[in-house]
């Protein structure tokens, strides 16, 4: 399979121990002592973009090996999941209701992006990219879980709640756009 995929798993790796760093507590008080707090996140931000750069040129250069076919109604699911999962991002940054149902909206967000692409693809560098970031979320989740990590108490106005929905199927339609310019591949196929 080659160097591409070594570069695939190579991103996967840098993204996910930059990230389950700072998720274990000792981990994390380690590397704000050692960095300061900005130097912590500059820390989290260098090496997730570092992640995400390998895991995309990985990507991009791989060879299509075929593993399993396609669900027939995977697009129609992913039709209905992906809008859910950007309303879940944007989420994970708006203020709003939501986050009394999940302490984690954007890691479920990246599930539900997982599972949509893994339904339309079946090969192996996109078991690996998007099986990969799913599996990190699913852990991600279980250790933020152990840390003592709960949805949240708080009531906000039911205004950012539609705020948040707005914004989020603003989002998926400028994916659903920009999809085949970004990514190469149009949706609609």
């Known amino acids: 399979m080659g160097h591409t995929m070594i570069l695939l798993i190579l991103g996967l790796i840098v993204f996910s121990a930059v990230h389950f760093a700072i998720g274990l507590r000792a981990g994390r008080v ?44 995977g697009q129609e699911l992913g039709a209905v999941l992906m809008p859910v999962a950007s309303i879940l991002l944007v989420a994970a940054y708006v203020p709003s209701n939501i986050k009394k149902i999940t302490a984690h909206p954007m890691l479920i967000a990246v599930i539900l992006w997982a599972i949509t692409h893994l339904l339309v693809r079946g090969d192996w560098a996109s078991l690996l990219l998007f099986g990969g970031l799913g599996l990190y979320s699913a852990l991600a989740m279980g250790l933020a879980w152990i840390r003592g990590v709960r949805p949240a108490t708080t009531q906000k106005s039911p205004w950012f709640d539609g705020l948040v929905v707005v914004i989020g199927l603003a989002l998926y339609g400028g994916l659903l756009i920009a999809h085949p310019h970004l990514f190469g591949v149009s949706v609609f196929q």
């Open 30 to 73: 380690k590397l704000e002592n050692r960095f300061g707090r900005w130097g912590l996140r500059a820390f989290v931000a260098l090496g997730a973009l570092l992640g995400l750069a390998l895991m995309a040129q990985g990507y991009s250069m791989a060879r299509f090996y075929p593993i399993w076919t396609p669900a027939a109604w």
